[in-house]
C-alpha cells in the first residue's frame, strides 16, 4: 500500500471510530464505544505508518541522489 492510500485510511478509520465513540456515549454502549476507540486506534496507526513510508522514500530519494553526484 502506498503512503497515501495509509494515510487515507487512517483519516477514514479515525474518524469512524470517533463517530463510534460518541454513538456508544450517547445510546450507553461501551462495546460501541471500545470498538471505535480501537478504531481510532487503528487509524493513528495507519497514519504514522504513511508517514514512515515518506521519511523512507526521501532518505532513499535522497541517498542515491548524492550516490549520483559523486565522481
Known sequence: MSSTTD??????NEAMGKAKQ?????TGDRKM??????QEA??????VLGDAKDLAR???D??????????
Open 7 to 12: 494515510k487515507i485510511k487512517g483519516t477514514a
Open 22 to 26: 460518541k454513538i456508544g456515549e450517547a
Open 33 to 38: 464505544q471500545g470498538e471505535g476507540a480501537l
Open 42 to 47: 487503528k487509524g493513528k496507526g495507519q497514519k
Open 58 to 60: 526521501d532518505a532513499v
Open 62 to 71: 535522497k541517498a542515491t541522489g548524492a550516490a549520483g553526484r559523486r565522481p
